[in-house]
């Protein structure tokens, strides 16, 4: 079975440790993070998390995040094109809040694990399973998140790096099997889920996005705040990410655009549909009923 193959049936590995790994510390950490990003940061408990955004003053994108609550700090994942500008971000507006950043990107292995039977690798592997979305459970030195990068079920291990090829071992031996990264994206794209670096990014408006689990509304102030909220009172979205598929086998570029001012944002071909998925803003004047 090959990576392809084993995410849509089975379980498959993929090396993720290139994305940042931002850890927050001190009393302010969570008075900080709600009122840097879009969700309730604020109400949750050790072992839970969420997807959020942050934003600019405008409103718009400038990074999605996995916040992930641990007892002492909170763990932040984020792609690899947010790393940096995430953490000068934070740090910008550290002024006399008790909080310490610390980017652990090079000590930390990511590994994600994906597909239908990820659950019972991670099992087989003696791994703890976290229940809910976004919630972590330690595993001796690494930590286990439910989280995907593909839409499919999944998790990622947080390991120290001198772990990692220990660890791969141990999930190959459970059944995993290692796919690359065009595997993952094309998954990816058959699920429609969006990552920041293509379909997300500073041009665009967190509504636009569609990602609605990323947004509190009555969560009180925070950066970018009052862009959401006329858009949200004024209805005032003019264009949204949507999942496609096009009868190709081609797939189009980025910024391809197509009629009705549809815009692709990342895409390709799927051999499962034998056809083309795809990403794209579209414009709500054009959206199906």
Request: proline share 5%; with cysteine.
């Given at each position: 079975?090959?990576?392809?193959?084993?995410?849509?049936?089975?379980?498959?590995?993929?090396?993720?440790?290139?994305?940042?790994?931002?850890?927050?510390?001190?009393?302010?950490?969570?008075?900080?993070?709600?009122?840097?990003?879009?969700?309730?940061?604020?109400?949750?408990?050790?072992?839970?998390?969420?997807?959020?955004?942050?934003?600019?003053?405008?409103?718009?994108?400038?990074?999605?995040?996995?916040?992930?609550?641990?007892?002492?700090?909170?763990?932040?994942?984020?792609?690899?094109?947010?790393?940096?500008?995430?953490?000068?971000?934070?740090?910008?507006?550290?002024?006399?809040?008790?909080?310490?950043?610390?980017?652990?990107?090079p000590d930390t292995a990511t590994i994600a694990v994906e597909g239908p039977k990820s659950g019972?690798?991670?099992?087989?592997?003696?791994?703890?399973?976290?229940?809910?979305?976004?919630?972590?459970?330690?595993?001796?030195?690494?930590?286990?998140?439910?989280?995907?990068?593909?839409?499919?079920?999944?998790?990622?291990?947080?390991?120290?790096?001198?772990?990692?090829?220990?660890?791969?071992?141990?999930?190959?031996?459970?059944?995993?099997?290692?796919?690359?990264?065009?595997?993952?994206?094309?998954?990816?794209?058959?699920?429609?889920?969006?990552?920041?670096?293509?379909?997300?990014?500073?041009?665009?408006?967190?509504?636009?996005?569609?990602?609605?689990?990323?947004?509190?509304?009555?969560?009180?102030?925070?950066?970018?705040?009052?862009?959401?909220?006329?858009?949200?009172?004024?209805?005032?979205?003019?264009?949204?990410?949507?999942?496609l598929q096009l009868e190709a086998k081609e797939p189009p570029a980025a910024g391809t655009k197509?009629?009705?001012?549809?815009?692709?944002?990342?895409?390709?071909?799927?051999?499962?549909?034998?056809?083309?998925?795809?990403?794209?803003y579209v414009r709500t004047a054009n959206r199906a009923v």
């Amino acid at each position: 079975m090959n990576g392809y193959e084993a995410l849509r049936t089975g379980a498959a590995w993929l090396d993720l440790s290139a994305r940042g790994k931002i850890k927050l510390t001190g009393e302010d950490r969570a008075r900080l993070l709600h009122a840097m990003t879009t969700n309730h940061v604020q109400q949750l408990t050790p072992g839970a998390g969420c997807y959020a955004f942050f934003l600019t003053t405008q409103g718009r994108i400038l990074s999605d995040v996995n916040i992930l609550c641990r007892p002492d700090h909170f763990l932040l994942d984020l792609e690899p094109e947010s790393r940096e500008k995430i953490y000068q971000h934070l740090d910008r507006y550290i002024i006399a809040d008790d909080v310490t950043l610390e980017d652990v990107t090079p000590d930390t292995a990511t590994i994600a694990v994906e597909g239908p039977k990820s659950g019972a690798v991670l099992e087989a592997a003696g791994a703890p399973i976290p229940e809910a979305d976004y919630s972590s459970a330690e595993w001796g030195a690494r930590l286990v998140a439910r989280l995907s990068a593909t839409g499919s079920p999944g998790f990622f291990i947080f390991a120290p790096t001198s772990e990692k090829e220990q660890l791969l071992a141990a999930l190959e031996a459970a059944g995993a099997v290692a796919a690359d990264a065009e595997a993952f994206r094309v998954v990816r794209l058959e699920h429609g889920r969006a990552r920041y670096g293509e379909d997300l990014s500073e041009r665009f408006l967190a509504q636009e996005a569609n990602q609605p689990h990323a947004l509190h509304f009555s969560k009180g102030c925070y950066l970018g705040q009052e862009i959401v909220e006329r858009v949200r009172s004024r209805g005032q979205v003019h264009r949204v990410l949507m999942p496609l598929q096009l009868e190709a086998k081609e797939p189009p570029a980025a910024g391809t655009k197509l009629e009705g001012g549809t815009e692709i944002t990342s895409a390709a071909y799927s051999p499962a549909l034998d056809k083309v998925v795809a990403l794209a803003y579209v414009r709500t004047a054009n959206r199906a009923v």
